[in-house]
């Protein structure tokens, strides 16, 4: 089960969006068998946990309520849980649709409003046990980006990130099950999210794992003048980072990649990751293939 694992090697946290409308995949999983044969192909990848979500936070979105989203949601956990067994993520930041999902298998809820928006929420969170990744949002999705401003952004995601765990042990939830993320693109200016991401060591002062989500986001396409189709090797070189700076998981769209990404930034770190049966019959079938015997590995 790799959420054991969580904080002992960097976790891929795939993402499957059942939206119309999200960003970068909107469309794409809405019915319930597009979803599943995505996580399935996620799983053959190298998935670590699957985070479903039912309404998109990207800039300016239109919030959808809660029947819409719940339908959207369950059906794809349900499915999910019963043919794949990997762990799955929520993402929501509404009470209701997290009950649903932890009581249709889900085990960690994916709150973008840092347990803010939906009062019950912790109480969820508390009597369910789950895994709760606490982000860090300036304002709400529709006027996030509408001027961020920040006289000390690292002190003043810190700061949020202390409140909220005072907030939620008062509240029953154990520190154990909390995640952090510092919530790039969320009301950040491009100087913000790469501080962010730059100050990750600050982050793990606080003794909890950290997430970090940067897959094909804005600020690679303005540090790269890039649409959002071609934001691969950038989002791979913030997962390298992130990894190699102490992020215990990433949160991406592209899971092959990214799987790669993560094993190689963490054997440099000092890390070898270990490998299964299957991955290292692949690499004796590789060398094979190359007519290389295991003593010409390079
Ligand atoms: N980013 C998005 C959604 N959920 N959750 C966490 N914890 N951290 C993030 O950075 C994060 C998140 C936005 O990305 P995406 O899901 O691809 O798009 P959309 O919100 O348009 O569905």
């Known amino acids: 089960m790799p959420l054991e694992e969580l904080g002992r090697r960097p976790l891929i946290m795939g993402v499957l969006n059942v ?16 979803a599943l044969n995505r996580a399935r192909e996620m799983v053959r990848e190298g998935v670590d946990i699957i985070d479903v979500g039912g309404e998109s936070t990207r800039p300016g979105a239109e919030p959808v309520s809660l029947e819409e989203e719940m339908g ?3 059906p794809v956990i349900e499915a ?41 929420m912790a109480q969820v969170v508390a009597q369910h046990q789950a895994y709760v990744v606490v982000m860090h949002m300036k304002g709400t999705p529709r006027d996030m980006q509408r001027n961020p401003h920040y006289e000390d952004v690292v002190g003043e995601v810190l700061t949020f990130f202390q409140e909220r765990l005072e907030f939620l042990d008062a509240q029953g939830v154990s520190e154990e099950r909390v995640l952090l993320d510092p919530g790039i693109g969320f009301g950040k200016r491009l100087e913000d999210n790469l501080t962010l991401i730059r100050e990750i060591p600050r982050f793990l ?33 913030v997962v390298a980072v992130a990894v ?30 270990s490998l299964t049966p299957g991955q290292v019959n692949r690499m004796d079938q590789v060398d094979q293939t190359n007519q290389v015997g295991q003593a010409g590995r390079i």
């Open 19 to 34: 939206t119309p409308d999200s960003f970068s995949d909107g469309g794409r999983y809405v019915e319930v068998s597009a």
């Open 72 to 74: 959207r949601v369950i």
């Open 80 to 120: 999910i849980r019963e043919e794949l067994g990997v762990p799955v993520s929520v993402d929501t930041y509404k009470a209701e649709v997290a009950r649903a999902a932890l009581e249709s298998g889900a085990v960690m809820v994916n709150d973008v409003s840092g347990l803010r928006f939906s009062p019950p």
């Open 205 to 237: 002062e606080l003794g909890r794992p950290l997430l970090l989500g940067p897959s094909r986001k804005s600020f690679i396409g303005q540090v790269l003048g890039l649409p959002v189709e071609d934001r691969l090797e950038g989002t791979l070189a």
């Open 244 to 273: 190699y700076l102490g992020a215990a998981v990433v949160r991406v769209h592209d899971v092959a990649p990214a799987r790669r990404v993560v094993d190689m930034a963490w054997a440099l770190k000092g890390s070898l990751p």
